[in-house]
């Protein structure tokens, strides 16, 4: 059999008890020879243990331990010098060298300024369109100081052009128009109200290029057609056309391109109360009307209209479904007058709403680099490639996704033609027909959140001349980007180009080395307190040493700027080295204490005091042997003292004089722990047993039980109490055993005896007298017999009072006298009864009423009504006098079916042929009730209920189909019952004022169930509506509601709908009123105000 090798001790550390029995034996050693040795000075400054090594934390009891104190080679801390370097740098503040642009290549995004993510989209959309591009470069530098809005537009695209930054700042040019940062506006109004306030401000420009850019790109033109059925004349509104800057198609119903412009240029008939007035005919004739491409641009944009409105809600919704569209467009068929050649269109841009809120959402774009063919995404400032695909090279995404592969018929690729193109559309006329077809495979996506998409026509790129910028002056390589695309930047942008460029690259030069330097001076502070560390242990009882402050050799290990050496925290009053302090301080070697006050490195520790190792405190020693001896001999002492206590607890007979202390004082003393010096809690062992007169307290009082002690205890307890409170002579009062009590607190002691037997004679008499009315069970009563009515509250507080009995005796309070009672209950003005009697039902053959302990009142027999007048100060003559009697209900509605019936009328059933069925019995009072007046009382507290606010009520979401017995009743539901076995339960804090919508978004909220599929109830009765409120609805404070799910409509997030209530209480239907936009004052007066 083998042994395995033990390693339990290995590093086992000592206990503390252990070190402190070792110092006090070397106390007593040094009490006895009165003197201290070497030995014993090593012995409990504890120098003679040995080095640690490997301990994962710092030994407090070790002067010798230096572990602990840095973290391992490799590892870390949360704060400080030894702290992970990457989080070190990140207190340095951002990089910016991380929004640096990877390459020439790759195009930078736009900074979100809060909700400006569809101006980036439009603008990304435009900036990539070589042509506008080349077009807003051309602007004389004289026209964009007059238009403040062209100038921050050129200069956003030369920052896109050519800063080395990977996103730029939006914010000028978002605030030269005047735009509000934080609202969401549509994407497609932007772009509309964009095109024509840039149209403006190009109208002042003389470069023929610049001047009608927009129109020579965007624009193309349409006319409504309508023609007469009969005569089959156009009307003479059908010639004249209209200017389109993008074609806004349905899309509801429809799942592609084709079918969205197919709907778009149909034909509708008009006919019926529609028909159409022609002049030719002179009469009202049936019609058609149609929309007629008449020229197409260059670009050519399509709007995609995925919002709807619901007449139903007035509410607009997002369209979500599918949409397919194709890579390559042929629009010749499109035209009102066909093309001798076909047009072809290629996708350029696909601008993306993402989010299914109408007035919220994301918009990003997916745009194609017409130099290279690659698509990218523009996420605000974040730019991705796409590579050849609109959504991405393999694609698997379930919404956005090459659907199908169609084969269209069109002419072979032909050669550029001056004559396609002229000015801002493609004039039907100067086409001819290419004799010759291919046949070329299109591709086609799909998508459910393409807002708008933007294709380029073909031979708009290939053909004619391509324009170029000339670079005013000789551009330096690194300067900036390196003109791409064949387009280069005016001078004026240029140079504020370079010094943008010149700055950001300095910033991140400057960051580079400050990060260094940082990082420098991190590792030589780690080199310097490992180095230290190192050489800090004593290794031998012969090498000179010197003491240190554990806190502050902490801070400094720990801290990257350290403070000067500071050892006053381990100095007594004498200026010496104690040896209590020993669990706070280290022994370190002359070189390490050399280290630390000369210079390492870059750092300078001054400071002190010096303590060299024959710096101990010799009288802090003396003071601390003589304390050690005075605590031995108070313990040994109170050992012997306890032992007597206990006798005296346990009831030995004791000889000798005897002293009175407190029992509970005395039982408390024996539980406490065995302590070196006396406390405060050995004070006042006779203080309760001391009455307020200066003698001893009669035995009777309550806390005043004691215990006779023997002579030796209490001079043991006197001589401490007095040690603790010497002030204090009233706490220790001597009470020798014949002390008599108290003359006067026994006095009064025997007058309160005398009360309570009295009184506990009166409430067994009142038990016995009213025996039913303490029990609280219902008495029975009969038809033509006098009764009386009291406060079911009063006599509920009457059984509290006489059923009290132990410690409940002093909260029960004793009831008020009848007569304000019974005056109470009658109105002022008529002196009738101001509360209806109680409800009288049949159980058993027996007539019982409920009784409320809360509220109402309370039939009582004319005996009890006596014995309470003569014993609480009634008067007999003016009770409520109550007497039942039975009427003829032949028309009366019965309440329930438990109505009351007298034995005598049920056994006489089959005489009288049922006649009993008829008659039910009523309670005849004196006085009358005051119908009048409770009826104002109940109004009044009615409107109360109704009027309440932030009270809460509880509603649970019931899984099955019928709630459990004690919601259909209304119970309550504790607070603290969250989870049940039936659902969920929740308290929400409603008002009397809350409407029920407003209830069920706490709800949607609360339990996931959307608005419109909450059946609401309370109790058996089901809440409609959304507009009335919780008071209209009798929903009261504390009410317990419930509510299932009818699973009927799709669940969707809250976070539409609170967006889509929001946006119409702020009026979104606004849009872009009251900036630069919409705004008919030119631009050049308000110059002035967009450059500020």
Same mark, same amino acid.
């Given at each position: 059999m083998s042994h395995r090798p033990t390693t339990r001790s290995k590093n086992k550390r000592h206990k503390p008890d252990d070190?402190?029995?070792?110092?006090?034996?070397?106390?007593?050693?040094?009490?006895?020879?009165?003197? $201290?040795?070497?030995? &014993? $000075?090593?012995?409990?400054?504890?120098?003679?243990?040995?080095?640690?090594?490997?301990?994962?934390?710092?030994?407090? &009891?070790?002067?010798?331990?230096?572990c602990g104190l840095i973290p391992p080679p490799n590892g870390s801390r949360k704060s400080g010098l030894w702290q992970k370097t990457s989080e070190i740098v990140l207190t340095l503040g951002p990089d910016p060298s991380d929004d640096l642009r990877a390459s020439t290549d790759s195009p930078a995004g736009l900074t979100n300024l809060g909700a400006t993510c569809y101006a980036n989209s439009i603008l990304q959309c435009l900036y990539m369109n070589k042509s506008f591009r080349e077009g807003v470069f051309s602007v004389e530098l004289e026209v964009l100081k007059e238009q403040p809005v062209l100038d921050q537009l050129s200069r956003l695209f030369a920052q896109l052009h050519a800063s080395k930054m990977a996103f730029v700042d939006s914010a000028p040019f978002i605030k030269a128009l005047e735009l509000d940062n934080g609202v969401q506006q549509d994407s497609h109004e932007f772009l509309t109200l964009l095109f024509s306030l840039l149209e403006q401000c190009l109208s002042h420009s003389k470069v023929s290029k610049a001047k009608t850019i927009v129109q020579d790109l965007f624009c193309g033109r349409v006319s409504h057609v309508t023609m007469c059925s009969k005569c089959g004349k156009e009307s003479d509104a059908s010639s004249k056309t209209e200017d389109f800057y993008g074609l806004e198609l349905n899309i509801k119903g429809l799942k592609s391109l084709d079918e969205s412009l197919d709907d778009y240029l149909g034909v509708e008939d008009l006919q019926g109360d529609n028909q159409y007035y022609c002049e030719s005919c002179g009469t009202r004739v049936d019609a058609t009307r149609s #929309?007629?491409?008449?020229?197409?641009?260059?670009?050519?944009?399509?709007?995609?209209k995925r919002c709807v409105f619901i007449p139903k809600t007035t509410t607009k919704k997002k369209i979500t479904s599918p949409f397919c569209f194709?890579?390559?467009?042929?629009?010749?068929?499109?035209?009102?007058?066909?093309?001798?050649?076909?047009? /072809?269109?290629?996708?350029?841009?696909?601008?993306?709403?993402?989010?299914? +809120?109408v007035n919220s959402g994301h918009y990003i774009a997916h745009i194609k680099d017409e130099s290279t063919g690659q698509w990218w995404e523009f996420d605000d400032e974040h730019v991705s490639n796409l590579g050849r695909h609109p959504?991405?090279?393999?694609?698997?995404?379930?919404?956005?996704?090459?659907?199908?592969t169609e084969t269209v018929d069109h002419p072979s690729c032909f050669e550029p033609m001056a004559a396609v193109v002229t000015g801002n559309h493609s004039d039907v006329g100067q086409l001819q027909l290419s004799e010759s077809n291919v046949v070329s495979h299109v591709e086609t996506f799909s998508s459910s959140d393409a807002y708008m998409l933007m294709y380029i026509l073909r031979h708009s790129k290939n053909g004619g001349e391509k324009a170029h910028i000339e670079f005013g002056g000789n551009m330096e390589k690194g300067d900036v980007v390196s003109p791409k695309n064949d387009i280069s930047l005016p001078i004026h942008l240029c140079e504020e180009l370079k010094q943008l460029n010149a700055s950001y690259l300095d910033a991140c030069q400057q960051y580079k080395l400050r990060k260094e330097l940082e990082l420098n001076c991190i590792m030589e502070r780690r080199q310097e307190v490992r180095s230290v560390l190192s050489e800090a242990p004593v290794q031998s009882l012969g090498e000179t040493y010197f003491w240190i402050s554990t806190d502050w050799l902490r801070q400094w290990a720990d801290n990257i700027t350290p403070s000067v050496i500071d050892n006053t925290s381990i100095q007594c009053l004498h200026g010496k080295v104690p040896v209590s302090k020993i669990s706070s301080m280290k022994r370190m070697t002359a070189k390490a204490w050399t280290m630390l006050l000369s210079k390492v490195s870059m750092c300078v520790y001054d400071g002190g005091p010096k303590l060299a190792q024959d710096d101990y405190c010799y009288d802090c020693l003396i003071e601390g042997v003589r304390t050690m001896v005075c605590a031995d001999s108070y313990r040994d002492r109170r050992t012997s003292m306890k032992e007597l206590a206990e006798a005296v607890v346990a009831g030995n007979c004791l000889d000798g004089t005897l002293y009175y202390v407190s029992k509970a004082w005395l039982h408390q003393w024996l539980r406490r722990k065995n302590i070196d010096s006396p406390c405060e809690a050995d004070a006042g062992p006779t203080a309760s047993i001391r009455c307020s007169h200066g003698e001893l307290v009669p035995e009777q009082a309550t806390g005043a039980r004691r215990l006779l002690v023997p002579e030796s205890l209490w001079l043991f307890f006197y001589e401490t109490a007095n040690a603790v409170k010497p002030d204090d002579p009233l706490g220790c009062s001597t009470f020798p055993s014949d002390s008599e009590p108290c003359a006067l607190c026994s006095m009064e002691l025997t007058e309160v005896a005398c009360s309570d037997n009295n009184l506990r004679e009166f409430k067994l008499k009142q038990r016995q007298d009213h025996e039913k009315l303490a029990s609280g069970k219902s008495i029975a009563v009969y038809p033509y017999c006098k009764y009386y009515m009291l406060p079911s509250s009063w006599l509920s507080k009457w059984r509290s009072y006489i059923t009290a009995s132990g410690k409940n005796v002093s909260s029960a309070v004793e009831p008020e006298t009848l007569k304000s009672v019974i005056a109470s209950l009658k109105c002022e003005k008529h002196s009738r009864l101001l509360e209806r009697p109680p409800d009288l039902i049949c159980k058993r053959n027996m007539i019982l009423q409920r009784v409320s302990t809360i509220d109402g009142l309370t039939i009582i027999t004319e005996n009890d009504w006596k014995l309470f007048c003569k014993d609480w100060g009634g008067m007999g003559e003016e009770g409520i006098s109550a007497e039942i009697e039975y009427i003829n209900s032949d028309n009366v509605i019965w309440p329930c079916e438990e109505m009351p /019936?007298?034995?005598?009328?049920?056994?006489?059933?089959?005489?009288?042929?049922?006649?009993a069925e008829h008659k039910r019995p009523l309670i005849k009072t004196c006085p009358e009730i005051c119908e009048d007046c409770i009826g104002e009382r109940e109004s009044c507290e009615l409107m109360r209920k109704l009027n309440y606010s932030n009270e809460d009520i509880c509603v649970c979401f019931v899984h099955g189909k019928e709630p459990p017995r004690s919601i259909l009743e209304g119970c309550r539901i504790s607070k603290r019952s969250r989870k049940t076995t039936f659902g969920d339960t929740i308290n929400l804090n409603v008002s009397g004022s809350t409407s029920i919508y407003q209830l069920k978004m706490m709800i949607w909220e609360s339990f996931g169930v959307v608005?419109?599929?909450? /059946?609401?109830?309370?109790?058996?009765?089901? /809440? &409609?509506?959304?507009?009335? *409120?919780?008071?209209?609805?009798?929903?009261?404070?504390? !009410?317990?509601?419930?509510?299932? !799910?009818?699973?009927?409509?799709?669940?969707? !997030?809250? +976070? &539409?709908?609170?967006?889509?209530?929001?946006?119409?209480?702020?009026?979104?239907?606004?849009?872009?009123?009251?900036?630069?936009?919409?705004? *008919?004052?030119?631009?050049? #007066?308000v110059s002035e105000a967009c450059l500020q």
């Open positions: 070190d402190a029995r070792a110092t006090s034996e070397i106390f007593r050693k040094v009490h006895l020879a009165g003197q $201290v040795s070497t030995g &014993d $000075v090593n012995q409990l400054y504890m120098i003679w243990k040995p080095v640690c090594q490997g301990c994962r934390v710092n030994t407090k &009891d070790n002067p010798n331990c230096f #929309i007629k491409l008449r020229s197409l641009p260059a670009v050519l944009n399509f709007q995609l194709p890579r390559e467009l042929d629009m010749a068929r499109r035209l009102s007058e066909h093309p001798q050649l076909e047009l /072809i269109y290629d996708l350029s841009a696909v601008l993306i709403h993402k989010g299914s +809120a959504f991405g090279e393999g694609s698997s995404n379930s919404v956005v996704k090459a659907v199908q /019936i007298s034995e005598e009328h049920l056994n006489s059933h089959n005489e009288a042929n049922g006649e608005k419109e599929n909450q /059946i609401l109830h309370k109790g058996s009765r089901i /809440i &409609d509506g959304e507009s009335a *409120t919780l008071a209209d609805v009798n929903v009261f404070p504390g !009410d317990t509601l419930w509510v299932t !799910d009818s699973e009927i409509h799709e669940n969707r !997030d809250i +976070a &539409d709908e609170l967006s889509d209530q929001k946006m119409e209480v702020q009026q979104s239907e606004e849009g872009f009123r009251g900036t630069l936009l919409t705004s *008919t004052i030119s631009s050049q #007066i």
